[in-house]
């Protein structure tokens, strides 16, 4: 039940024992069914403070305030919680900290379980790292030095606002329809980066399709650098770049198929290989290069707005591979074919010698059983002899 400790500890460790209760201390766990839903929780002066809600629903809907560490460890233990404000929060349990009715102000906030931090504002002073799947889904994540979002859907759906530090896209699709204004963007699995919108300086796309039908605009960064290098990663993407900027577009085997690239007039752009900035939609040296625009006066720059206005609009009905051209497909096929070939070659090699292995073994088996079949009728003989 209530216990108050020796060292100012609370502890409300029975079901609904501290539930819609006022509770003030420099230590408070939680640690059973609704223990201490609905109630107010606030650490005293001293210092750490901490709240610690390990039942299922054991801060429900309660008040966390000023508190140093809060952990919320339970399944559903802080969600629909009225506030939270901490220094260090973990959310370990599914939708532990889901769906807070406040903003999350904290320093660091580390998302472990299942849609754990999901439907939220979150304000942090250094870093928000979202492990588990959809932890961060559909949030609004503001963070001075860094944004993690390392599981599948982690951060799908969401604003990430990080101008200082970088965002990295860790899981599939993690980064799925966001929209993302940091410094740098790493999208590091596949489908990352898909469908968002991106306001950074610089942008890796690393793994398959992990920038597909994403817009990366330049805004009034004086320099952009997009890098593209996983298969297909910038597949259908596009980087507009505005007049006053200067856009690097750097390409690496098929990662910029398809993928759109429009300078504005007063634009200075820049595509590598640069025979891509001749031979545009082309192959040069075995790199696919991108559709590229170059607008030559202000006047047509509109013409340029409204096309780029135009694709990103219509992306939301494209599936990833429904508008593959056919010469796309075609190319994407020998990729396939080259691949498959080299697998055959690989694994009939790798066949012939299992083969040949056990052939060897059978004739060695037979030698020696016929060898010491003879020693033994040599024996068996002088036996006999004597």
């Avoid at 588990?132 to 001075?144: E, I, K």
């Avoid at 805004?219 to 200067?246: F, N, P, R």
Wanted: some cysteine; aromatic content about 6%.
């Amino acid at each position: 039940g209530l216990e108050q400790g020796t060292w100012a500890f609370t502890a409300c460790n029975t079901d609904q024992v501290c539930h819609s209760q006022h509770v003030e201390d420099k230590q408070i766990t939680c640690y059973a069914r609704e223990a201490c839903a609905d109630a107010e929780l606030t650490g005293t002066d001293s210092m750490p403070r901490s709240i610690n809600c390990g039942g299922s629903n054991s801060c429900d809907s309660a008040n966390l305030l000023a508190f140093q560490y809060a952990y919320c460890h339970g399944a559903q233990s802080c969600k629909h919680a009225k506030s939270m404000s901490s220094d260090h929060i973990e959310c370990g349990g599914d939708s532990s900290c889901q769906a807070v009715a406040e903003l999350i102000e904290t320093r660091n906030i580390y998302c472990q379980g299942s849609s754990s931090c999901s439907q939220n504002s979150i304000k942090s002073g250094i870093s928000i790292i979202c492990n588990a799947v959809n932890a961060c889904h559909s949030c609004q994540l503001q963070a001075l030095e860094s944004i993690a979002c390392n599981a599948r859907h982690s951060c799908a759906a969401s604003s990430l606002l990080s101008k200082s530090g970088d965002v990295t896209c860790n899981g599939k699709a993690s980064c799925h329809s966001t929209q993302i204004q940091t410094n740098a963007v790493n999208a590091y699995a596949a489908y990352a980066a898909a469908y968002a919108d991106i306001d950074a300086q610089r942008v890796h796309a690393m793994a398959y399709y992990s920038l597909s039908y994403a817009h990366i605009d330049s805004k009034i960064h004086d320099k952009v650098h997009v890098t593209a290098a996983g298969y297909l990663s910038g597949y259908g993407a596009m980087l507009l770049c505005q007049a006053s900027s200067e856009c690097v577009l750097e390409c690496r085997a098929n990662a910029c198929l398809n993928m759109h690239f429009v300078c504005l007039h007063g634009a200075k752009c820049e595509i590598i290989p640069n025979a891509c900035m001749t031979n545009r939609n082309a192959v040069s040296d075995g790199i696919d290069c991108p559709v590229w625009s170059q607008s030559s006066s202000q006047q047509e720059d509109p013409s340029l707005i409204a096309y780029v206005e135009q694709r990103k609009a219509q992306r939301s009905g494209l599936m990833i591979m429904a508008d593959v051209a056919s010469t796309d497909r075609e190319r994407i096929a020998h990729h396939v074919k080259q691949l498959s070939a080299w697998r055959f070659v690989s694994s009939s090699l790798v066949y012939s010698n299992v083969c040949t292995a056990s052939i060897l073994f059978a004739i060695t088996m037979i030698a020696s059983c016929g060898y010491y079949a003879a020693k033994y009728d040599e024996r068996h003989m002088y036996k006999e002899i004597e």
